[in-house]
């Protein structure tokens, strides 16, 4: 009884997780606040209702209701001005589950950028931000992270929201939620013997089983509501901050950029389209994970295995006891040696991401330079105490290059064309900042190591001669080789994002807390950005180079005089036209 209990109480959640996720345009944990969308939510309920006592299938259902959702909320819900969170915008459309740590950091964000836009040097308001995020938890009392019963206490409210709002007794819906939360405490909140992570997999193999108690529920269904309460799992309660999961992030950064891009009175599809590849590209580049551990493939062998075994005897105890077996066996058999490290394993994922992007019709180097950034965003995020390469100068234009494919599109151009438009300005991006000649590059090396020598040669220490050459180099290659890459509104969020980072750890604050913060600093500014930005000062610039060496190139001038040329247009508008490096 309990597992089938559990099993209808995450498919109230997970019901209502899809239809709030319409409704309010957030992921998992956002919650419809706004009158005019509970309103339509009812609605859709009634319809989804309606449509299964006329013998309507749940998942056609779910859809009907959905589709009546959104009709209702463009109908009637659209907030004046694309509004969000704290301007009366309606709805949150916030990308986390609403604690009381996402809303310091909404709150301490916008004051960082209120003191920057009222001229304050970026250092003193980050300075200012850091003690208002600090104080903001004292305030609220929140400094200390939930504990696991609070997760699963929450997990369980959430479960009790979903219940009520498809119309289900208080009675039952209290029902269901302690039997989410006496299965999450009991699965989750042990003495720590067994990992977070294995205690997640046992709760959403538990899901599964109940799951097939459901009318109806396939082995795909029951997968696919396994695979997400585990998923759910980790970002609630393994995470010492708890976040939500990336592909919510990304689904909640698209859903969010289409709202600014509607705003902006772009045309629906056009602004379907533009999200779409916004989130897309998101989970493409930062919710990759290191290829499987041997003992993650034995894990997943084993989860698969017990699947199968559910489907076909329904005897979950010695499913599990076969399933276990099975994972110990494929442990003894196959996990003998060691890994690969963890860079290395995000490095095999890349090569994947590329082999997949060039298979489906992508341009070699331009999926060689998503791929780049994909591992290097695997290695800030899964890889502890790795520091993660800096993005690459490919991986630069790659976002300048997507970027402007979707100012493209925006525009009204064709999808085709802007893609096909991106991938050239990508090349001409790569010729001019990213192919200097090696004479160019061997006179700076040259230069730096000189420097060092002399540095060492009047008592400098080693230490501090050796921090000089690779600045030098550096300054050397960008003013007479090739200057870096233009800087995008993603490139400007990611060092808000690290910044904010840096000086949380640099106060002191708990190592979470400040990953979280960045992540959130992250996520705002991202979404800030939306599907069709206007082009950075750098971009200008960018375009203005390009077109001087087209015409360059128009009238016979060679490669190398039109790139040298080009470099040096791009370098005098960098210089003259306010845009900072």
Do not use: W
């Amino acid at each position: 009884m309990r597992a089938v209990r559990l099993s209808i109480a995450f498919s109230l959640a997970l019901l209502v997780t899809a239809l709030c996720a319409g409704a309010t345009e957030t992921g998992p944990g956002g919650k419809a606040v706004d009158p005019c969308l509970h309103t339509c939510q009812t609605e859709a309920e009634q319809v989804y209702h309606a449509c299964t006592e006329h013998g309507g299938s749940p998942a056609d259902c779910l859809n009907t209701a959905k589709q009546a959702l959104s009709a209702c909320r463009d109908a009637h819900c659209t907030a004046p001005g694309g509004g969000g969170p704290g301007d009366g915008g309606g709805g949150t459309t916030s990308s986390g589950d609403g604690s009381c740590r996402e809303q310091c950091g909404k709150t301490v964000y916008a004051g960082f950028q209120g003191c920057v836009a009222a001229g304050s040097s970026e250092d003193i308001c980050r300075a200012q931000a850091r003690e208002a995020f600090t104080q903001c938890l004292a305030d609220n009392h929140c400094a200390t992270p939930p504990s696991c019963a609070d997760r699963c206490a929450a997990l369980a409210g959430k479960v009790n929201d979903g219940c009520l709002a498809l119309g289900n007794s208080a009675d039952q819906c209290t029902a269901a939620a302690q039997a989410v939360d006496t299965r999450c405490t009991a699965d989750l909140c042990t003495d720590g013997a067994t990992s977070c992570e294995d205690r997640c997999t046992t709760f959403g193999n538990d899901v599964f089983a109940g799951c097939l108690s459901d009318a109806g529920a396939t082995s795909d269904v029951c997968t696919g509501r396994a695979d997400e309460a585990r998923a759910q799992c980790l970002a609630l309660v393994c995470n010492a901050t708890p976040e939500p999961t990336c592909p919510d992030r990304c689904a909640s950064l698209g859903s969010e950029a289409k709202t600014k891009c509607l705003a902006e009175s772009h045309p629906e599809d056009v602004c379907t389209a533009l999200a779409d590849d916004l989130a897309n590209h998101c989970k493409d580049e930062h919710c990759t994970d290191p290829t499987p551990t041997c003992e993650d493939t034995c894990k997943a062998q084993a989860i698969t295995g017990f699947q199968t075994c559910m489907t076909t005897t329904a005897d979950e105890a010695t499913c599990r006891t076969q399933a276990e077996a099975a994972f110990t066996q494929c442990m003894t058999d196959t996990c003998g040696g060691p890994d690969a490290d963890c860079p290395t394993r995000c490095a095999t994922m890349g090569d994947s991401l590329k082999d997949a992007c060039t298979a489906a019709g992508g341009d070699p180097d331009l999926c060689a330079a998503r791929a780049a950034e994909a591992v290097r965003h695997c290695i800030d995020e899964h890889c502890d105490g790795t520091e993660p390469p800096p993005p690459t100068c490919a991986g630069l234009c790659e976002q300048h290059a997507e970027e402007d494919a979707r100012r493209c599109v925006a525009s009204g151009g064709d999808e085709a064309t802007c893609k096909s438009g991106a991938a050239d300005e990508f090349a001409g991006c790569v010729t001019l900042h990213c192919e200097p000649p090696a004479s160019c590059t061997d006179r700076c090396a040259a230069k730096a190591s000189a420097l060092q020598a002399r540095c060492l040669k009047k008592g400098g220490s080693a230490d501090r001669c050796a921090t000089l050459a690779p600045a030098v180099e550096s300054a050397c290659g960008a003013n007479h080789c090739a200057p870096p890459p233009p800087d995008t509104c993603t490139t400007n969020c990611e060092s808000q994002a690290r910044d904010a980072a840096q000086s949380c750890l640099d106060a002191g604050t708990d190592v979470a807390e400040c990953q979280s913060l960045g992540q959130q600093t992250l996520d705002q500014c991202q979404a800030g950005c939306g599907t069709s930005t206007a082009e950075t000062c750098m971009e200008v610039c960018e375009s203005k180079a390009h077109a001087k060496h087209e015409r360059l190139m128009a009238r016979g001038r060679s490669e190398a005089v039109a790139t040298r040329m080009a470099q040096d247009t791009f370098r005098r508008c960098v210089q003259f036209g306010g845009c900072s490096n």
